[in-house]
């Protein structure tokens, strides 16, 4: 099948260049004493993960147990979920994973958590794995003071849940443009992270895991003294916003196909809207900046820029979206590419999974 046989709005995946992302990626990390755990959370698809792990990530990173599901279906982990399971419905749903014999160890930010898994842990049988979540500035969940997260990591012992390690995710640092800024600003999250990590240490209780890290970090924690893993995610595909931030080593895997539906003197409309392309952290365009989005209604846009002057009702153009994950969040599939080709199509089996 060509590209020219698909029906839009799509999504399309260039699997040379998804490769050759995974492939920079994992040859910085044989380099490193932290290794790679990529999250789920970008790709949403065992296809995608599966190669990730053939190429030497240590495991996936997931923000929700629904994601979680998906990769167990697949037989891939070892799975960390860097999120809270919160309610008992969730807990259940946590227990039946590890009764499964999934391996997957969850965050906890609080003596609420603690109580919620250890419930679950009594109802089921099985023994929960946690991980201290530490907010290291970005201000979302996590503890705030070492002495705070050695009393958890106490309190997970002393009510039977394996205590692992802990993560801080700096992601108020990863869009920072300024590169010294970024590095700046992430090693004063890092420290914060290594502040409890040391506390940890000191009390009896070292941390197995230090997880951190987003794609606009990962080089900065990879090598920062005592981080033992990075979640980045987005590196795989990458988007229009990162690519603002990092113009280099990834390159753009993942486009959005859309079809001209008119074309006025300054502007054309295509059949995209926000149904199926976020616009979230900007607008997107075309990859050579010709074409830009100045605007989304539900299922229109409007298309401005140099290159509209050529257009034509029934052309069709391809897109970046500016945040892939909200992008691909709303669609069922990838259809995989080599050049005008459509070699696969791969289900984007987490896609959705909110809960
Ligand atoms: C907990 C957590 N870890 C890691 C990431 C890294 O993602 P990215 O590679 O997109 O920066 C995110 C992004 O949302 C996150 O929420």
Known sequence: MKISDLDTPCLLLDLDVMERNIATMAAFF???????RPHFKTPKSPEVARRQLSAGAIGITVAKLG??????DAGLGPILMANQVVGPIKIDRLMALLARGVDITVAVESDFNVDQLAAGARRSGQRPQAIIEIDSGMHRCGTTDPAGTVR????LEENGIRYRGVMGYEGHTVHIEDATDRREKAGTALAIVGQHVEAL??????AEIVSVGGT?????????????????????????????????????????????LSVKDAYAICDAGMKSLSRDMGMPEAADGSIKVRGLSEE??????????????GDRIELI????D????????????????????????AARKFR
């Not at 994601?67 to 167990?72: H, I, K, M, P, R």
């Not at 979640?231 to 001209?260: H, N, S, W």
């Not at 229109?300 to 034509?312: I, M, R, S, T």
């Not at 979206?321 to 892939?324: A, D, F, K, L």
């Open 300 to 313: 229109h846009a409007h298309l401005v820029g140099d290159g509209v002057a050529n257009l034509e009702p």
């Open 216 to 260: 606009g970090t990962y080089n900065i924690g990879a090598t920062w003294p005592g981080v033992t893993e990075i979640q980045a995610g987005t590196y795989v595909f990458m988007d229009g916003r990162y690519k603002t931030v990092m113009p280099e080593p990834f390159g753009c895997a993942l486009t959005f196909l859309t079809t001209i």
């Open 321 to 324: 979206p500016s945040h892939g």
């Open 201 to 206: 240490a000191e009390a009896g209780l070292p």
């Open 152 to 155: 958890l990591a106490r309190l």
């Open 326 to 349: 909200t992008t691909l969040n709303m669609h069922d599939n990838y259809y995989v590419r080599r050049g005008e080709d459509v070699i696969d199509t791969w289900p984007i089996l």
């Open 30 to 36: 044989a380099g490193t004493p932290a290794k790679l």
């Open 67 to 72: 994601e979680a599901e998906v990769l167990a």
